[in-house]
């Protein structure tokens, strides 16, 4: 589903984690993706290269 700029209610692979719910924003060449599993929520920034 996408609101407002935000991807919500995805789902992502870790290998520590297996599957988890989230959520990403993509704005100014960075993506902030955010990970939840057992009511914890981790987010990660990850930035265009610029070549």
Known sequence: ??????FKN???????????ACDAKLSNRQLHLTGYKFGIARTRVFLQNSN
């Open 1 to 6: 589903m996408f609101e407002d700029g935000l």
């Open 10 to 20: 995805g789902q992502a692979y870790t290998p520590a984690y297996g599957w988890v």
